[in-house]
């Protein structure tokens, strides 16, 4: 059971990138998805979710922006970022877990980070 993210990379504000994470293992078919990121010195904060049902969740500092899609015959979750702001700088971490009757899920695993930089 792995997770595999890639996408991260240099641009500059307004910009666009699109994170990709590959997932091993057909137990993620009824995992919730995520994106987590990480700027220095910050902690870890939730950037978006997406239930198998299809339903997503967006931190506020990135709705409008960011879209969180999947392609379940790829077991692959994808994260669209537009209009990227130098405070989106961070190590992006995608994960997956089993949903929680609230609406929540377990993060259970974690890919590795791939950094996002947003600078001119």
């Known amino acids: 059971v792995q997770l595999q993210a890639s996408g991260g990379g240099l641009v500059q504000p307004g910009g666009s990138l699109r994170l990709s994470c590959a997932a091993s293992?057909?137990?993620?078919?009824?995992?919730?998805r995520g994106w987590y990121r990480q700027a220095p010195g910050k902690q870890r904060e939730l950037v978006a979710t997406?239930?198998?049902?299809?339903?997503?969740n967006y931190a506020d500092s990135v709705k409008g922006r960011f879209t969180i899609s999947r392609a379940n015959a790829e077991n692959t979750v994808y994260l669209q970022m537009n209009s990227l702001k130098p405070e989106d700088t961070a190590v992006y971490y995608c994960?997956?877990?089993?949903?929680?009757?609230?609406?929540?899920?377990?993060?259970?695993?974690w890919g590795q980070g791939t950094q996002v930089t947003v600078s001119s």
């Open positions: 293992g057909t137990i993620f078919s009824v995992y919730t």
């Open positions: 997406l239930t198998t049902g299809g339903i997503t």
């Open positions: 994960n997956a877990g089993p949903p929680r009757s609230d609406g929540s899920y377990y993060p259970t695993y």
